[in-house]
């Protein structure tokens, strides 16, 4: 008997090692690609598969997008389809076995969603079928097999060939690549995020400052435009400096409060806020977390798990800028008329009007990330 378990071990850890790296990454990026762009995962499989994309689906919602669920506030949308018996069943009935799967995805799927196909034998025509559609309707594929590939290298964007035909041997890689990826994803996982002064962005400024919760009232369209950047799996984050509280004006207790109100306002509109980060000393304290110095952002930066690489600020004045700026952010300015570039030293990558046109603008084809604030340049959209 342990003669039996050590070949066995020896023999999965060798089919280990010849793993390809390559497309390993490919479906790591795939999910992570997803993952951050909100879409939705579809995982489907066979037989013995069925219980690995069951558990895969179970290990991606809660061990992989732990940090991003509880943190963000935003999770991962991932569907295991065999797990949906009573609809399967009734489509063998109705139509036929070869078309379960994609008659689901033609119900659920969406361009640029993800599907990923497990087989560790040769491809049933229902996964084929279901890689074809999907590939053909613009989601992503990816196929995770044995040595036996069929037809879905004509329709995966990324095929992880495991070269071995005894289906149980397969299916423990499987396992093994499953549990790899989760790991993988949990410390890797970040989101894209827009940074939101408030006064002036999300709500009117008022020159005697926002007091209270009667006194706050948000800008036209700020809800739409969160909940946008939401769908589109961005997280939305309030830096802000509020120096009422340095001057005594109000408490901290009274700001939380009207925090608080502003956040479930929002959420019940369907926009998220994953964080609030304010400053309240004022401009004679030289602390580190008033804008310009970008204390609030690196803050965020450290506690949540956020893309650097994908960050944005949004502000209405230069000093949200130059926040940005120092912190590598692509930086837009909403309001702009009025401000002496040259005497304050920091142009924005962009300017628009308002939050949702720079929303709009965010999520149009024509966006992209920069890295560098223009000083004597202007580019204005």
């Known amino acids: 008997m342990i003669s039996s378990i050590n070949d066995f071990f020896i023999e999965i850890t060798k089919l280990a090692y ?39 689906a179970n290990d991606l919602m809660k061990n992989a997008g732990a940090n991003i669920t509880k943190m963000l506030g935003i999770g991962l949308k991932v569907i295991s389809i065999p797990d949906n018996m009573p609809f399967l069943t009734a489509v063998s009935n109705d139509v036929n076995f070869d078309s379960v799967y994609l008659e689901y995805l033609k119900i659920h799927a969406s361009p640029e969603d993800l599907l990923i196909i497990f087989s560790s034998g040769t491809p049933h025509r229902n996964l084929i079928e279901a890689a074809r559609f999907s590939y053909l309707r613009g989601l992503r594929v990816a196929a995770v097999t044995g040595s036996s590939i069929g037809e879905l290298t004509l329709c995966s964007h990324v095929l992880y060939r495991v070269n071995c035909e005894v289906p149980e ?12 990826w989760s790991v993988q994803l949990r410390k890797e996982l970040v989101q894209p995020v827009v940074f939101l002064d408030r006064d002036g962005v999300v709500n009117k400024n008022r020159s005697d400052y926002v007091k209270s919760w ?12 969160i909940r946008r950047l939401n769908e589109k799996g961005f997280a939305v984050i309030i830096v ?115 939050l949702p046109s720079a929303v709009d603008f965010i999520l149009s084809k024509t966006f992209s990330y920069k890295k560098e604030c223009l000083k004597h340049e202007l580019e204005a959209i």
Do not use: W
Request: glycine share 10%; aromatic share 8%.
């Open 18 to 56: 010849s793993l390809d790296y390559n497309p390993y990454n490919g479906v790591l990026s795939e999910i992570k690609r997803a993952s951050q762009g909100k879409r939705t995962i579809f995982l489907i499989g066979n037989g013995s598969s069925s219980n690995i994309v069951s558990h895969f």
């Open 169 to 180: 041997k397969v299916e423990a890689i499987h396992t093994f690549l499953c549990h790899s």
């Open 214 to 225: 009667e006194e706050f009232r948000f800008l036209p369209g700020v809800s739409d435009a």
């Open 240 to 354: 802000t400096n509020q120096s009422a509280v340095g001057r005594n004006i109000i408490s901290p207790g009274r700001l939380d409060e009207i925090h608080n109100n502003m956040y479930h306002a929002l959420y019940n509109e369907g926009a998220m806020i994953s964080g609030i980060y304010y400053c309240p000393h004022t401009p004679f304290d030289n602390c580190n977390c008033r804008k310009p110095k970008n204390g609030l952002i690196e803050k965020a930066f450290n506690e949540l798990p956020l893309d650097m690489e994908k960050g944005i600020m949004i502000g209405d004045n230069v000093t949200d800028i130059e926040a940005g700026r120092i912190s590598g952010l692509t930086t837009i300015l909403l309001g702009s008329g009025s401000i002496d570039y040259e005497k304050e030293g920091e142009i924005p990558h962009y300017f628009m009007p308002d």
